[in-house]
Structure formats: structure tokens, C-alpha cells
């Protein structure tokens, strides 16, 4: 005879929605803690899980999460043993391995689920791996949301096609993956840019007791397009002898000073990476950070005057509010003002070669501003999508619980 007991437990059993934060730093957690806070409070028929790769991204997504949406998650994390780790310390310094490791030592928890949602795209050897051996017959479905809105080939990487729902920012994001051929516009959703939500009530702070223009210095680590490695050292210098005119926050991309040997696997360069002269950090017009939560948390794109980059997607968080941008190009055959598709970012402000062409250009950034303004806001409207009032965060869980409802349909 059938137990109505056991019929009513079976039906209690909620399916897994994974989060999955396994990156080694905290730059990309704010895509996603978002999402997975308001997922959990309005979806009680899935179980929510941050599944986090360390202590230090299990505290910096509690950080961007309210009580309420702390409680509704459940948290699982994918820390490897003592002794694997150890074992592969030295190698994890040059490549990622830790991040694959994690995923292959909890594979039996992470396939378990409905959905994992992402924002990089390691994990999908965990599905090219569980689909590879047919005998194993239920896989997870992949969900990206993007961690940044650039328009580099990196934003539109082949792997992508390999997802099977993406939750994008804009319309631009959109036409990016289906220009590429790695999507289609059934795949994608629009829902905004999850981290501008974290700016929500938030104003502007000051960094430096003068009411002098405070520039933000904010090179990627790639060793091929970066411009520290050889113009860093200039641009700190110039704002050191110009105290008196100018103050500068060097903010780079947290991953630059991870690591002291970078390497660019897709196109084979690998450098050593310049240190900071210590007389830079008693500057009183210069502040220096190279680790903090700041980097990613937006507090400098937010509050600085104007932005000097080269080719992170963070200017697209500093355009949250149209101001003056400067951009070096150490690498590319690109015409000055004609950039190339891949660099589009670029015509958001003028595009220098050396930092000794940028420092020329400096003193007119109020007028670059004005100049670069309609461009800017054009850009803007197509990256991060603001038609819809509600958080991206809403928009990312109500996108994501419709899709896994299709799933069963």
C-alpha cells in the first residue's frame, strides 16, 4: 500500500539552483550576489545555493546581501583539502588550477542541481565532462550572466555557445553574441546590469581633502593590453609632480597585482609585473589600492572626476554617469579614432598611445568631457538596458525561474 506520508515528503523535495562564485578574487561577485539574494527570497519552490570557492567570497557576497536574503540562501562551500591544495600552490600561481580542481572535487553536489549560474565560464568543463559519458543522463543547465558589458572578443568568447540561457545586460550584449554566432536571441535575456544595483541610495565620497579633479588610473592585467607594464610607471609620476593640480587614484584590475608573472594564453605573452615605487604611497595626492574590495565594489568608477583606462569593461561601470575618459592603446593596428568593433569603448573618449601622448591631453578633460557626452549616454543606453524600473537583480530571478519552469514544461 502507498504512504500518503511519503508522498507528501516526496513532493516537499525542492530542486537545487546553484550560485556559483568559484573565482579566486571578488571582482566578479556583485553580477551575481544580486540575483541570487532575490531568487531566494521569491522562489520557495527551488532551494537557493552559493556554492563559494573560499571564506573571503562567502564574506564579500553576505556584504551586497540584506539579513532577510542571507538567511533564505543555503550556503556550500567548495574548498579543496589542505593537502591538494598545498600540493598545487605553485602551479595555481601561474594558471587557475585551483578553480578547475574545486569544480571536479564537488562535481557530485554541483550536478545534482537544476540550474548553476555563473558568471565565468570554467565551469562548463564540469558539462562538457558530464555530457561526454551518455550514460550519465541528467545535466544541469548553464546559466551566464556576464561579468562586466565589454565589447572585447572576450565578452563574446566562443565557449559562450556552450550556456544554455544567458542573462545579459543589454541589447548590445545581445547583438555581440549573435554577431558572433555563439547565441541566439532565444538564449539571451535581457535583465539589466546586476551591479548598478549596489549603487542604489548611494552618493559619490571624497577620497582626498582638496577640491582639486580626481583622475582614476585603472590598467587590466593582460600582459599584451595592458598599459602598466610600460606606461604605469610615467603615469604615477606625472600625477606625483602635479600635486598641486591634480589628484589620482591608482584602482587597477584586482587580478594585476595577484600575481607577479602574468601570462596571456590567446596570444602568448607572458611578463613580469612592475612594482610600485614606495614614494608613490606618501604622495598626499595620490592613493594606491591594489587589493581591497574597492576595486570591485565601484566606489572609485562612482566618485572619480575622470577615468584612464585601457581596456576593462569597468568603464562601462564608470559611464553609470557620463564624465571624461582617456584610453592607451599599447597593442592594436587601430586608426586613432576609428576603433575597431572589439574596441568600441574606445570612442568614449580620446585614445593615446604612450602615456607622454595622454599627459598632453589631461588638462582638457573638462571640455573632452562635454565633447564625449551624447556619444557616452548612446553607448550607455544600449550596453545596460534600464527600460524596466526594477533592480537587475529582480529582472535576473524572475528571467531565471520562468526558464527553469520551461525546462519541465
Not at 5 to 32: P, T
Not at 62 to 88: D, F, G, M, N, Y
Not at 293 to 303: E, G, K, N, P, V
Request: charged share 25%.
Amino acid at each position: 500500500m502507498n504512504n500518503p506520508r511519503h508522498k507528501k515528503a516526496a513532493a516537499a523535495v525542492k530542486s537545487d539552483v546553484i550560485f556559483l562564485f568559484n573565482h579566486d578574487a571578488g571582482h566578479q561577485v556583485a553580477h551575481l550576489a544580486g540575483i541570487a539574494g532575490a531568487f531566494a527570497l521569491r522562489e520557495k519552490a527551488y532551494r537557493a545555493i552559493v556554492a563559494f570557492g573560499s571564506d573571503v567570497t562567502r564574506k564579500e557576497v553576505e556584504r551586497l546581501l540584506t539579513p532577510e536574503q542571507i538567511a533564505a540562501l543555503h550556503w556550500r562551500s567548495l574548498a579543496l583539502p589542505e593537502w591538494l591544495k598545498t600540493l598545487t600552490n605553485g602551479l595555481n600561481r601561474l594558471v587557475p588550477v585551483h578553480r578547475i580542481l574545486r569544480l571536479y572535487w564537488h562535481n557530485a553536489f554541483l550536478r545534482k542541481s537544476v540550474a548553476i549560474v555563473s558568471t565565468e565560464r570554467t565551469c562548463l568543463t564540469l558539462k562538457r565532462h558530464w555530457t561526454k559519458f551518455r550514460r550519465r543522463k541528467h545535466c544541469p543547465a548553464f546559466v551566464c550572466v556576464p561579468h562586466g558589458a565589454g565589447d572585447r572578443n572576450v565578452s563574446f568568447h566562443p565557449a559562450f555557445r556552450d550556456f544554455d540561457l544567458l542573462m545579459v545586460s543589454g541589447q548590445k550584449v545581445v547583438d555581440q553574441m549573435v554577431d558572433a554566432g555563439v547565441s541566439t536571441p532565444e538564449r539571451c535575456r535581457i535583465i539589466g546590469y546586476p551591479k548598478f544595483d549596489i549603487l542604489r541610495g548611494r552618493t559619490p565620497e571624497t577620497f582626498f581633502d582638496n577640491k582639486k579633479p580626481t583622475f582614476l588610473y585603472n590598467p587590466h592585467f593582460d600582459p599584451h593590453m595592458s598599459s602598466w607594464f610600460d606606461h604605469g610607471a610615467d603615469i604615477l609620476e606625472f600625477f606625483y609632480q602635479n600635486a598641486d593640480r591634480y589628484n589620482l587614484i591608482f584602482a587597477p584590475h584586482v587580478m594585476l597585482f595577484y600575481k607577479k608573472v602574468h601570462i596571456s594564453p590567446e596570444y602568448r605573452v607572458t611578463r613580469t609585473r612592475p612594482d610600485i615605487d614606495p614614494k608613490y604611497y606618501d604622495a598626499p595626492n595620490i592613493r594606491i589600492d591594489v587589493d581591497s574590495a574597492r576595486l570591485f565594489d565601484m566606489s572609485y568608477t562612482l566618485s572619480a572626476d575622470v577615468y584612464i583606462g585601457d581596456v576593462s569593461s569597468q568603464v562601462y561601470e564608470f559611464l553609470h554617469r557620463p564624465r571624461a575618459c582617456f584610453f592607451i592603446d599599447t597593442h592594436s593596428a587601430a586608426v586613432p579614432g576609428s576603433a575597431p568593433p572589439e574596441y568600441d569603448f574606445w570612442n568614449n573618449g580620446p585614445v593615446v598611445r604612450t602615456a607622454k601622448q595622454l599627459i598632453a591631453l589631461l588638462p582638457d578633460h573638462a571640455q573632452i568631457a562635454a565633447q564625449y557626452r551624447k556619444a557616452q549616454e548612446q553607448r550607455m543606453a544600449y550596453t545596460a538596458d534600464q527600460s524596466d524600473p526594477r533592480p537587475a537583480s529582480e529582472r535576473g530571478a524572475e528571467a531565471l525561474r520562468q526558464y527553469i519552469e520551461s525546462l519541465a514544461s
